[in-house]
């Protein structure tokens, strides 16, 4: 099986079973990080698949924002990812709102650089 057929694989295991990802989750993240998978479809289907596995336990109130908030930085540059990543941002803005997710705030450093200050 190739890298890139066993990382859809692996999404495919925690997209139907969202408990199965801490079983998985070291092998799918090592696999999205290969540079040859990086950008690769299967890499982006299992990000978004480890957003939503986490949004069905989150173990923390900042756990979703956060990968979430990496994902967005991730594929900043690359406004056809960031298409697909707005329905998942949609749906979390959606479940804070009614409660089933809790609301949080992730500070995130700024990334553009700034003269020093005097």
């Known amino acids: 099986m190739t890298a890139h ?3 859809a694989a692996l999404a495919a295991e925690i997209e139907a079973d969202p408990g199965a990802l801490a079983e998985v989750r070291d092998e799918g993240d090592a696999l999205a990080n290969r540079p040859e998978l ?3 479809d299967a890499a982006l289907r299992w990000r978004i698949a480890v957003v939503r ?3 069905a ?3 923390d109130g900042d756990a979703v924002r956060e990968l979430y908030g990496e994902l967005v930085d991730r594929y900043r ?3 056809d990812r ?3 990543l707005r329905p998942l941002g ?3 803005r959606q479940r804070e709102a009614d409660g089933t997710l809790a609301r949080s705030l992730v500070a995130r450093s ?3 650089s700034r003269p020093p200050r005097r």
Do not use: F, G, H, S
Request: net charge negative.
């Open 5 to 7: 057929a066993r990382l």
């Open 38 to 40: 990086a950008e690769d």
């Open 53 to 55: 596995a986490v949004m």
């Open 57 to 59: 336990a989150p173990p």
């Open 77 to 79: 540059a690359r406004p």
């Open 82 to 84: 960031l298409a697909q």
């Open 90 to 92: 949609d749906e979390i």
């Open 110 to 112: 700024d990334r553009r």
